[in-house]
């Protein structure tokens, strides 16, 4: 279904996405580019595929011009900051909107201290040249140097209808798992040394020692997508250990389906569960961390979680950025959509 109101008339976003088009990395930001159709926005996505290589970069420089001739974008959307967000604000000839997900301005402990500076360098003027600024924390919007009067704080969405509760042997029959057996669900991911495995473990093993065997179920970045919603609902609880976090999608898709959130303070979890039951914030401790797991699994109860992010449905937050995007226009897209500006395609072309 359709938005409907006042400002209706459809606005053309080119989102920019680091990486392939293809396998499941980025893909909150897929789904985010699909929600906003619902807002009246037209979409394409452009894939930068790399941000290592200078001939590689130069080559994708031309494509993303002849894109942006071709489709003529009202505005492109950045969803990273380092190279990705410097990028788009060097070669977009329309206004930008930057969003800062987590590692583009926290540490990343998986790359050299160099690169990780330079990256966060590259985000911070990414920011300066950006006409509005999302970050997905308040603890992010603290990192940056400039530009916090443009910047707003604006968590991800999550698909209402994709990702919700159903009972438990449903969920274990369509992925071949014995309904009995205790589960606690960790994302390893692309980066295991943010996510914290090693202590996860530990966690885990304390657990052990209180309700007897457990099966950790560890998610490497390669479970099909469209599996998740059943593992959300075959598990006990998801434990998070990580050092660093933006907003992590898998907290917010995991309260979807009323799955318990057992984490220690980490970027917006504790905010976005406030209120949840069961589920516990605690301290970076095997004992403690494993305590809060073993209470869930003893019980084996399920969360309120889907109640409490209501506003993070993909609706609600496509209607917030359309309303970002017409603020970032402003008289930019009334004068276009009246014909007053007008930029050929060969104007476009480096």
């Known amino acids: 279904m359709r938005l409907s109101g006042p400002h ?6 080119l989102h920019v996405i680091p990486g392939q088009p293809e396998g499941s990395v980025m893909i909150f930001a897929r789904r985010e580019a699909g929600s906003l159709r619902l807002a009246g926005i037209r979409v394409e996505s452009f894939y930068l595929t790399s941000r290592t290589s200078l001939r590689t970069l130069v ?48 540490p990343d402990p998986m790359l050299p201290r160099w690169r990780t500076d330079l990256g966060r360098f590259f985000s911070r003027i990414s920011a300066i040249r950006a006409r509005r600024v999302v970050c997905v924390t308040e603890q992010l919007k603290r990192r940056l140097w400039w530009g916090r ?27 071949g798992w014995e309904p009995q057996t205790k589960r606690v669900l960790f994302n390893f991911g692309r980066f295991p040394v943010i996510k914290r495995p090693d202590l996860a473990a530990r966690a885990v093993d304390v657990a052990r020692t209180i309700v007897g065997n457990i099966d950790l179920i560890q998610l490497d970045g390669n479970t ?7 593992v959300y609902n075959a598990v006990d609880c998801i434990l998070v250990t990580s050092d660093w976090e933006g907003s992590p999608t898998i907290v917010r898709e995991a309260m979807a389906c009323n799955l318990p959130i057992v984490s220690v303070d980490v970027g917006d979890v504790a ?23 073993a209470d869930i699994l003893k ?14 449905n993909e609706e609600v937050v496509a209607g917030e950025v359309r309303r970002l995007y017409e603020s970032a226009l402003g008289r930019e897209k009334a004068q276009a959509h009246r014909g007053m500006r007008s930029t050929s395609a060969e104007h476009l072309l480096p």
Do not use: Y
Request: proline content about 8%; hydrophobic content about 40%.
């Open 8 to 13: 209706t008339e459809e606005i053309r976003a």
């Open 149 to 175: 009067q443009k910047t707003c704080v604006m968590p991800g969405s999550v698909n209402f209808d994709l990702f919700q509760p159903m009972e438990r042997e449903e969920a274990c029959e369509l992925l």
């Open 271 to 293: 905010e976005m569960t406030q209120g949840a039951a069961p589920g516990t914030i605690a301290e970076r401790d095997p004992a403690k961390l494993g305590q809060a797991v």
């Open 224 to 230: 099909p997508p469209e599996t998740m919603p059943a």
């Open 59 to 106: 080559q994708e420089w031309r494509r993303f011009r002849r894109h942006v001739a071709e489709f003529r974008p009202h505005i492109v959307h950045a969803h990273f900051g380092t190279l990705t967000g410097l990028f788009c604000v060097a070669a977009s000839p329309v206004p930008v909107i930057l969003t800062f997900r987590g590692t583009d301005l926290n």
């Open 299 to 312: 019980s084996r109860a399920r969360s309120n979680g889907r109640s409490l992010i209501s506003h993070l």
